[in-house]
């Protein structure tokens, strides 16, 4: 018998695993990347949890699917943010259902807690998102299963429900508690891992839309950098770190270009290509803005093959005028 589960990384969904594991079941932990998750590299991370409980781990990538199906134009709306949460949901499960077929396996597994969150884990939500999946009765959701309807899994009996937990609200208490009974260690702390529930995120993700088509190949633009619209509508990111700075250096994407400083250390940031002469100057101007650039002086910044001269503003704030985040 093999279980397919949906698998975050998080501690509800780890804990759902082992108790399907328990039972004698063979479980395959399916990660499905939206391309919004945290920017933290967590690959390590879930290998370990999955390696504790005795699952495989397996990533599927849904990024285009994800921008064409859902985050544009989702059925059941948004949450506070830019979170289209019940959709999104909807569209995993369907994924999850379409590998439970292709791997033979004859039900599906989540973490999910009626109650944790308030938009997306209602009991009224829980139900609309096996209805949009077409996966009622296929989904088993250990941590709250007694207070559910039981699944096909429960009722064949491949699965003992007396076994399940009946866990609702947001409490964490049973889950470490059952995380001590079992041993597991590292596992993370409750929080947000997808960045469109994000509120500063959600400012960037409205003003691209605004001004652009936002393609797969953006996602990695958004998700790093300071990000700023110049006075004729040009796109600016500008590293705010050493490893902002990295991630902005390996993005391909033609719509930028990659802006340097020469002769200064400085941050590493993206141009929109099709910035007129007046934002290419005024870019030029807050990159140095954000350096130790004396503002009597001048300098050069490289944007790919083009270099153009010019100083920083004489304060910082007058660069942050442009800021989105």
């Not at 003992?160 to 470490?176: C, F, M, N, P, V």
């Not at 400085?266 to 130790?292: N, Q, V």
């Amino acid at each position: 018998m093999k279980a397919i589960a949906l698998f975050s990384g998080g501690l509800d969904s780890t804990l759902a695993m082992k108790l399907i594991i328990d039972q004698g079941i063979e479980v395959l932990a399916v990660n499905i990347s939206t391309g919004f998750g945290s920017t933290k590299d967590r690959l390590e991370h879930m290998q370990n949890m999955c390696y504790q409980v005795g699952a495989e781990l397996k990533i599927i990538d849904i990024q285009s699917e994800f921008l064409q199906e859902v985050l544009f134009d989702p059925k059941h709306g948004y949450g506070k943010n830019f979170n289209p949460c019940i959709d999104c949901h909807a569209k995993m499960f369907a994924v999850a259902k379409r590998i439970m077929q292709e791997e033979d396996a004859s039900f599906l597994v989540s973490g999910e807690v009626m109650g944790q969150r308030p938009m997306s884990q209602n009991k009224d939500a829980l139900q609309t998102v096996l209805n949009e999946s077409n996966c009622n009765g296929l989904l088993l959701r250990p941590m709250s299963a007694k207070m559910l309807t039981p699944t096909i899994a429960e009722t064949n009996g491949w699965v003992d429900r007396e076994k399940l937990e009946g866990i609702t609200g947001r409490s964490r208490d049973r889950q470490l508690e059952l995380a001590r009974e079992i041993g597991l260690d590292d596992f993370e702390s409750p929080g947000g891992g997808c960045l469109l529930t994000d509120e500063n995120f959600a400012k960037k993700m409205h003003d691209f839309i605004k001004y652009d088509k936002f393609e797969v190949r953006d996602i990695p633009v958004i998700k790093y950098g300071r990000h700023l619209r110049l006075s004729d509508g040009a796109k600016l990111v500008v590293g705010r770190n050493k490893d902002e700075n990295a991630h902005l250096l390996n993005i391909k994407n033609d719509k930028f270009f990659h802006a340097k400083t020469i002769g200064i250390p400085g941050p590493h940031s993206l141009l929109s290509k099709d910035a007129s002469d007046l934002d290419k100057e005024l870019a030029t101007k807050i990159i140095l803005s954000y350096t130790k650039a004396d503002p009597c002086k001048t300098f050069l910044i490289t944007y790919d093959d083009l270099e153009l001269e010019g100083s920083a503003f004489q304060t910082r704030e007058e660069a942050n005028k442009f800021n989105i985040l």
